[in-house]
């Protein structure tokens, strides 16, 4: 079945361990995404990447890295974790940055201890 | 820069009801909008967007959206609600006439939809 899937579904981090999120897409979608849904804030851009090979910076892009080595995957890599970084991740691609509808996947629960 | 609001966390509606799910938006340009919905547990499902034509914009599930230009408005609405439509609810705008590489959608903070039956 097509569409976006997600590993870890939920973890428990002690802070300061490296965490990567992993996401992947088998739409050949051209954009990808990453948000994070914190109550109340409702989803922040973290990073995005328009097309394989190129990746930019959200709205709160500190403490996270990013990398799009092809059109599938986009892995979220959190250096060293701090307890602010605990929230709900999604991944969501398009298959063009501009007015396509964006597909998510069905998130990574993360609490950083 | 690009916002959108939702004015109401929470709207309650009774099963068979219509209902309406609010939306205002401020952009420099015209604007894409859309909606989405989240289930418990669950991402974020498409359910329908402006980009331009006819105001008025049918979605999934027997939803549509107005387009209100003077109001800047996207309000969701269905006539006769289920309570299956029980989910949280986020209007997003993007801004065309935002350049560089990114084209940023803001999302506002969602609306809590409960059908009571």
């Known amino acids: 079945i097509a569409g976006i899937t997600q590993a870890p579904t939920s973890q428990i981090l002690a802070a300061g361990r490296r965490m990567t999120l992993r996401c992947t897409q088998d739409?050949?979608?051209?954009?990808m995404y990453w948000y994070r849904q914190d109550l109340g804030l409702g989803l922040r851009l973290i990073h995005y990447?328009?097309?394989?090979?190129?990746?930019g910076k959200g709205e709160v892009p500190d403490g996270y890295s990013v990398s799009r080595a092809n059109t599938d995957d986009f892995p979220l890599t959190l250096a060293s974790a701090v307890p602010s970084q605990t929230s709900v991740y999604f991944c969501?691609?398009?298959?063009?940055?501009?007015?396509?509808?964006?597909?998510f996947g069905p998130g990574t629960r993360l609490t950083v201890l | 820069a690009q916002s959108v609001a939702q004015p109401e966390d929470q709207v309650n509606v009774a099963e068979g009801n219509p209902l309406t799910v609010k939306c205002t938006y401020s952009?420099?340009?015209?604007?894409?909008l859309f909606w989405y919905v989240q289930y418990p547990n669950r991402g974020l499902q498409f359910l329908l967007k402006?980009?331009?034509?006819?105001?008025l914009v049918k979605g999934s599930y027997g939803f549509e959206a107005e387009f209100n230009k003077s109001q800047t408005s996207f309000h969701l609405k269905k006539p006769s609600a289920l309570v299956s439509d029980s989910a949280l609810y986020f209007c997003?705008?993007?801004?065309?006439?935002?350049?560089?590489?990114?084209?940023?959608?803001?999302f506002g903070t969602g609306t809590k939809l409960q059908v009571i039956p």
């Open positions: 997003a705008v993007r801004d065309p006439m935002n350049s560089g590489g990114y084209q940023k959608v803001t």
């Open positions: 402006y980009i331009t034509g006819d105001n």
């Open positions: 952009v420099s340009g015209n604007p894409y």
């Open positions: 739409m050949r979608h051209n954009a």
């Open positions: 969501a691609s398009s298959l063009e940055p501009a007015t396509d509808t964006q597909y």
């Open positions: 990447s328009n097309t394989a090979g190129t990746t």
